[in-house]
């Protein structure tokens, strides 16, 4: 409990610190996407550390469906402490992940006022599970979409490059 608590104080630090007015980023309309940059690039770094303090035992994925079975799984659950709510394919490389609880998204109001809030909110996270999938050897793009608070969907398309 503890460790979630730490983890979205950190999580709400990084953003207030990127958006604060005498931010180094500019926060206007081109600072906001160099943030946004900014944040998935935190995110990815963490994600390859994540996935390289993994044990060799289970990164031995036989599928790409696998793969996201465990982000679903394991990493969210050693994240979040708690699993994704769904996962969803079309069998083409293109995975839906769905949490009807975000753990960033749940003290935020439920609002529609706040929808334009979140994409900062959700950045760090895209980058998180793009760069667990890169360590696993996976190039994907990972964006998020939500339409109510605080559900929220993790797009991942795999890049058969």
Same mark, same amino acid.
């Given at each position: 409990?503890?460790?979630a608590v730490l983890f979205? *104080?950190?999580?709400?630090?990084?953003? %207030?610190?990127?958006?604060?007015?005498?931010?180094?980023?500019?926060?206007?309309?081109?600072? &906001?996407?160099?943030? =946004?940059? #900014?944040?998935?690039?935190?995110?990815?770094?963490?994600? &390859? %550390?994540?996935?390289?303090?993994?044990?060799r035992e289970m990164l %031995?994925?036989?599928?790409?469906?696998? #793969?996201l079975k465990f982000l679903?799984?394991?990493?969210? $659950?050693? /994240?979040? &402490?708690?699993?994704?709510? $769904?996962?969803?394919?079309?069998?083409? $490389?293109?995975? /839906? *992940?769905?949490?009807?609880?975000?753990?960033?998204? #749940?003290?935020?109001?439920?609002? =529609?006022?706040?929808?334009?809030? /979140?994409?900062?909110? =959700? %950045?760090?996270?895209? $980058?998180?599970?793009?760069?667990?999938?890169?360590? =696993?050897? !996976?190039?994907?793009?990972?964006? +998020?979409?939500? +339409? +109510?608070?605080? +559900?929220?969907?993790?797009?991942? /398309? !795999?890049?058969?490059?």
């Amino acid at each position: 409990m503890v460790d979630a608590v730490l983890f979205e *104080l950190l999580h709400t630090e990084m953003v %207030a610190e990127l958006w604060a007015p005498d931010s180094d980023l500019d926060p206007g309309p081109g600072g &906001q996407r160099t943030s =946004l940059q #900014v944040l998935e690039g935190m995110g990815f770094r963490v994600g &390859q %550390a994540l996935g390289e303090r993994l044990p060799r035992e289970m990164l %031995a994925f036989r599928e790409e469906l696998d #793969v996201l079975k465990f982000l679903c799984r394991d990493l969210w $659950g050693a /994240v979040f &402490q708690k699993q994704m709510d $769904g996962l969803r394919t079309n069998h083409q $490389g293109t995975y /839906v *992940l769905q949490d009807s609880s975000f753990p960033l998204l #749940v003290r935020m109001g439920s609002g =529609l006022q706040y929808l334009e809030e /979140v994409p900062k909110f =959700l %950045a760090f996270t895209c $980058g998180l599970l793009r760069g667990t999938l890169s360590t =696993l050897g !996976i190039r994907s793009l990972v964006t +998020a979409s939500v +339409a +109510a608070l605080p +559900a929220c969907k993790f797009q991942v /398309v !795999i890049d058969r490059c």
